[in-house]
């Protein structure tokens, strides 16, 4: 006898004693799980479906393992934006071997293990009477704090964000668009974070270039070149 379950959104044809990894199950090595989502089940050419579900039925599994799949890496570049984008996934995976599939309601000869979550359940409330009460007045006190915090990081940000990057020097700006690559608008960006004449552009360092690539809109190569230009620029 086989039969079709659905579990963690995919669907298994299994049989008895089938091994199988399934996404995590929260349960200790050894238990016995319960699947009752059983999409269809047959024996040889006589099968059976469900709508979705056939009623009844249900299969069992032992636990075998507790483990994790590969690592899947997603990247994310976008043209021109000097955006990257790495992130790394490893599904949980619980390995089982189907103990029994069970029809017209019967029950499986293992009981199925107690659900993890009910005893954390229980014993999170046991904590919550047993630990101190505050006073009332001391809530209400800390209650009226929060919005004012809030505010004022908010405020912090805010400020952090709308400072330029460099300060300017005293006296008259130089025409940066004499550089090549630094249109109008790019020129307009620089004076905005501070940068207003050659001799500012000549001396920026490796890391100065690093915190305009990360917060303007060039790229560190864009950055370097313009500083080689005006090296030459502020001789004159």
Do not use: C
Not at 165 to 187: R, S, Y
Not at 195 to 218: G, N, R, S
């Amino acid at each position: 006898m086989f039969a079709v379950i659905k579990t963690g959104g995919k669907q298994y044809r299994v049989a008895a004693n089938d091994l199988l990894k399934i996404e995590k199950v929260e349960a200790k090595v050894g238990d016995i799980v319960e699947i009752g989502n059983v999409l269809a089940h047959g024996e040889g050419e006589n099968v059976t479906f469900g709508a979705p579900f056939v009623d009844g039925a249900l299969v069992t599994a032992e636990v075998v393992e507790q483990g994790k799949n590969r690592t899947v890496i997603a990247f994310k570049k976008r043209r021109r934006q000097n955006s990257r984008r790495k992130i790394g996934h490893r599904q949980l995976l619980t390995t089982v071997r189907i103990s029994e599939i069970l029809l017209g309601g019967a029950k499986p000869a293992k009981k199925a293990a107690a659900k993890p979550e009910a005893k954390a359940d229980v014993a999170a409330e046991a904590k919550a009477e047993a630990a101190p009460k505050e006073p009332k007045a001391k809530k209400e006190a800390k209650a009226e704090a929060a919005p004012k915090e809030e505010a004022k990081a908010e405020t912090a940000a805010a400020e952090a964000k709308s400072a330029p990057l460099f300060k300017a020097p005293k006296g008259e700006p130089d025409d940066l668009t004499v550089i090549k690559g630094i249109g109008p608008v790019a020129a307009k960006d620089l004076a905005e974070q501070g940068i207003v004449t050659f001799a500012q552009l000549a001396k920026l360092t490796d890391k100065d270039v690093a915190k305009i690539d990360e917060h303007m809109p060039f790229s560190a190569d864009q950055i370097k070149d313009w500083r080689e230009q005006a090296k030459e620029l502020a001789k004159k």
